[in-house]
């Protein structure tokens, strides 16, 4: 037999993961002719984030990925790390996940200053959680702040306006929403916020009433139909060419659909849910049309609503957060996560590498360390190489 070539074959096969130990040995030094010395201890070599007893940085940020990334609760990931051989806590876990959040605080407080001092076009809206108290759950709000590749939680004890709204006091953009009295009410007014508002809810009031006059409601939904094919035609243009398409096609269409708008809500039953989607419609027109005169601005805010649904996802499987202030170390968790999401980087190296510079950077510095400037510095060393 005389060999002509071959076959290969691949197989993927798993292997448990590997834990290791790493000992840190810190020698006690006094001197011995004097006696006033005292002793003096090497200082220890501990990363920012390392967790309770011997946790370190690596496995510490692999908590925190499974748990918020993942929405893993701690109950599983104790019984998955125990079949790779590392038996450990719920307890711990929740403070190392804790600790990890603690470190990382500042750094998103900055990237939550970065956008509220801007005149960038933001995406608002916000979700409900559950807070384990007794004698029962507390229901609390989670408010997502988005632009520009940056996504800050919020984890907020009242869900009032002054809340919702604290830090746009010197915002000078565009605030994309829904028409909730927190948003477009009286002190929203007063911060001289601009709102533009979301189109999907106006559309969903008309999909909603398709039951009761599917004549006048099937109109508009194929106009939103035109619309959001128009829009994913737009996608890839610079906003000034946007704005150029915008004007020229859906201005004259958004004009004739306010004639018939005006013109059928006389003819429609009161108080049937035709009435209430056109009165919607008609009431909140500036809004609605506001994205028609700028190009950044999306038509609909959709986009936040994808970002809470991480919340929501993760939601069904821990239930509630355990207090109050693990709410809030959630939101710094869930601030980075998403943020490397919409970036495309990887979060495990995102954390590893910031959790290793945080330590010896100062706070005036610390812009230089969120996921977006992380994020630029990989595509210019791209680029280098």
């Known amino acids: ?6 076959e290969t074959r691949v197989v ?3 292997e448990p993961a590997r834990f290791r130990r790493v000992t840190t040995h810190r020698h006690k030094m006094a001197c011995a002719a004097c006696k006033h010395g005292g002793v003096v201890i090497a200082q220890p070599d501990d990363p920012p984030a390392s967790g309770p007893g011997m946790v370190g940085l690596s496995l510490a940020i692999e908590i925190a990925l ?5 929405h893993l609760p701690f109950h599983r990931i104790a019984g998955i790390f125990e079949r790779d051989g590392l038996r450990i806590d719920r307890a711990t876990l ?24 801007s005149d960038d076009v933001l995406g608002i809206d916000g979700t409900g959680i559950k807070i384990l108290a007794s004698p029962r759950c507390e229901r609390r709000t989670i408010y997502v702040i988005h632009g520009r590749g940056q996504v800050v939680f919020r984890a907020l004890d009242r869900a009032d306006a002054a809340h919702v709204l604290e830090g746009f006091e010197g915002f000078c953009g565009v605030t994309v929403a829904d028409a909730a009295t927190v948003h477009t009410g009286s002190f929203a007014a007063a911060l001289r916020v601009i709102v533009a508002l979301c189109n999907a809810h106006a559309r969903r009031k008309f999909h909603e ?6 004549t006048r409601a099937e109109h508009v939904l194929r106009f939103y139909r035109r ?7 737009w996608a890839d243009l610079d906003p000034s060419a946007r704005q150029r398409e915008r004007e020229a096609m859906l201005g004259p269409a ?27 419609l008609l009431s909140h027109w500036e809004g609605l049309t506001r994205f028609l005169h700028d190009g950044r601005i999306p038509w609909t805010n959709n986009g936040s609503e994808r970002l809470l649904r991480h919340v929501a996802v993760g939601r069904k499987a821990w239930m509630f957060r355990g207090s109050f202030r693990g709410a809030r170390r959630a939101c710094v968790l869930w601030s980075l996560m ?21 330590a010896r950077t100062p706070h005036k510095e610390l812009s230089g360390l969120t996921p977006r400037a992380y994020a630029a510095r990989l595509q210019a060393a791209r680029f280098a190489a």
Do not use: K, N
Request: net charge negative.
């Open 1 to 6: 037999m005389v060999e002509i070539g071959e």
């Open 12 to 14: 993927i096969e798993h």
């Open 66 to 70: 499974r748990h918020y990334a993942d």
């Open 94 to 117: 929740s403070r190392v996940g804790g600790r990890v959040a603690d470190a990382l605080a500042r750094l998103v407080g900055c990237m939550e200053a970065e956008p509220l001092a």
């Open 209 to 214: 009433a398709r039951g009761s006059d599917p």
């Open 227 to 233: 619309v959001a094919f128009l829009e994913r035609s």
């Open 254 to 280: 958004f004009e004739a659909l306010h004639v018939w708008a005006m013109a059928q809500r006389s003819e429609v039953p009161a108080r049937s849910p035709i009435e209430a989607a056109l009165a919607y």
């Open 338 to 358: 998403l943020s490397c999401r919409m970036l495309g980087i990887d979060p495990r190296r995102y954390l590893h590498d910031t959790l290793d510079a945080l």
